[in-house]
């Protein structure tokens, strides 16, 4: 089993900046894959960004190309989501999630946090 944590949501300006922190615990997380997902109010659960386990290739969903950064400290257990240049589109419950794949859909990630919400108002 893996547990997963996330914090570091809240609610931001438009144009400000949040870092999603995201601790894990259990197997050897250090060894999976961690990505970012993030569900609006009505809508389906969408990818965000992932990192493989060595922290290399970091890939990301078009949408926050340039102004998303995703990183990993293995030592640490924690994976992190820095959110520059928040837009209002951008306001959703963000989850970490682990997986063996490094995949971009939900379906590939087996373990989930419970979520921490983001809101950036205009």
């Known amino acids: 089993q893996v547990q997963l944590v996330e914090s570091g949501g809240g609610l931001v300006q438009a144009g400000g900046s949040l870092r999603l922190s995201c601790a894990a615990s259990g197997r050897t997380v250090s060894t999976y894959a961690m990505g970012w997902f993030r569900q609006a109010p009505g809508k389906e659960r969408e990818f965000v960004a992932a990192?493989?386990?060595?922290?290399?290739?970091?890939y990301y969903t078009n949408s926050v190309k340039g102004r998303f950064t995703i990183s990993r400290d293995n030592a640490k257990n924690t994976v992190y989501l820095q959110m520059n240049s928040l837009r209002p589109e951008d306001t959703a419950v963000y989850y970490c999630a682990t997986s063996t794949l490094a995949g971009t859909t939900v379906s590939e990630y087996a373990y989930w946090g419970q979520g921490t919400q983001v809101t950036v108002s205009s």
């Open positions: 990192v493989t386990w060595r922290g290399g290739y970091p």
